[in-house]
């Protein structure tokens, strides 16, 4: 017997006279979940997977952008069809395989920030990367979205056999002590989830300079303002590179095409416009591949450079690496 499908019909290969038989058929249950967050892409030789977390609707105020008029925001907001009180914060991790290791760059929430958040493992899953083989984490800023991932709820390690490279300079400014006790309270919430991630693991985390080769071909570069030592990575193998933003901006919808914008995640707000159209300008000029942690998945693409800031261009989904 020929069994009637919806495609058959549509595709003209049942005739019209079976049609009425269609109503006799029970409708799919739906899936009910969303489908895994993988992306694969290369660079030269090396193979890249960006492996979405999840997304957190950070709620912000009036006081979010320190220098506009909130009504800016919300127009802004608006243009980018997000909500006027919220700001979309999506995240996505990268690992690269060079042939040689397997490199993690920042490591997700851990599913310790929103409930919306926390899917690196099951994604992981999903791409069939076991955490035991990630051989390096290099980490971007000490913000806890980029190294909870490193611990589970339990405080447990989850990539057990990885290395763990940290920039130099966040490590001088949030271990310090001195920069705790001097921060306002919410900021101290920061300084004390550092200390759950490092202190036990101190003696095995590694700290890079600004310009270390953290891995043959990823190399990195200092990107101070949202941070003291937030850093960028450029990834290069053959003739092909990819620059790796970290939280140079947040949403491009508002903060790319707004560089001016300081928020109030900014630690030091001129020093994170000035990276941001820095890193920006060289990114537009070059034609070069860029992904953030906080573009909508799978966060890479371009950046053109318009009258009042810049657009991005979300790559194009690839079938074939
Ligand atoms: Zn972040």
Redesign the pocket.
């Known amino acids: 017997m020929q069994r009637i499908t919806r495609r058959a019909v549509l595709a003209g290969s049942v005739s019209a006279a079976a049609l009425p038989l269609l109503s006799a058929n029970a409708a799919s249950p739906p899936a009910g979940e969303q489908t895994a967050g993988i992306y694969r892409y290369k660079i030269g030789d090396f193979e890249l997977t960006a492996l979405y977390d999840g997304i957190w609707y950070r709620p912000i105020t009036e006081k979010f952008i320190r220098n506009a008029p909130f009504a800016q925001v919300e127009s802004a907001l608006a243009d980018a069809f997000m909500p006027s009180d919220k700001l979309a914060?999506p995240?996505t991790t990268l690992i690269v395989n060079t042939g040689q290791k397997l490199v993690l760059i920042d490591t997700g929430t851990g599913g310790q920030i929103a409930p919306s958040a926390g899917a690196l493992r099951a994604n992981l899953v999903a791409a069939d990367i076991d955490p035991k083989a990630i051989d390096l984490i290099v980490i971007s800023?000490f913000?806890p979205?980029?190294i909870n991932g490193i611990k589970d709820k339990d405080n447990e390690l989850v990539f057990p056999n990885a290395e763990i490279m940290v920039p130099d300079e966040e490590w001088k400014f949030w271990m310090d002590d001195a920069n705790l006790n001097a921060a306002p309270a919410d900021l101290k919430l920061t300084f004390r989830n550092q200390r759950r991630i490092f202190s036990d693991i101190a003696r095995n985390v590694a700290r890079f300079e600004p310009g270390a080769e953290v891995a043959p071909g990823i190399v990195t570069l200092a990107a101070p303002g949202h941070t003291p030592g937030h850093t960028v990575f450029a990834i290069h193998s053959g003739d092909q590179s990819l620059l790796v933003l970290?939280?140079t901006a947040?949403h491009p919808a508002v903060f790319a095409r707004h560089p001016d914008w300081q928020a109030t995640f900014d630690i030091d707000g001129d020093a994170a416009v000035a990276t941001r159209k820095k890193l920006f300008d060289r990114a537009a000029a070059d034609r070069m591949l860029v992904t953030g942690?906080?573009f909508p998945f799978p966060a890479c693409g371009h950046l053109l450079k318009t009258p009042h800031g810049y657009e991005h261009v979300p790559v194009e989904w690839q079938p074939e690496l």
């Open positions: 914060t995240f800023h913000h979205d980029h970290g939280d947040q942690y906080h």
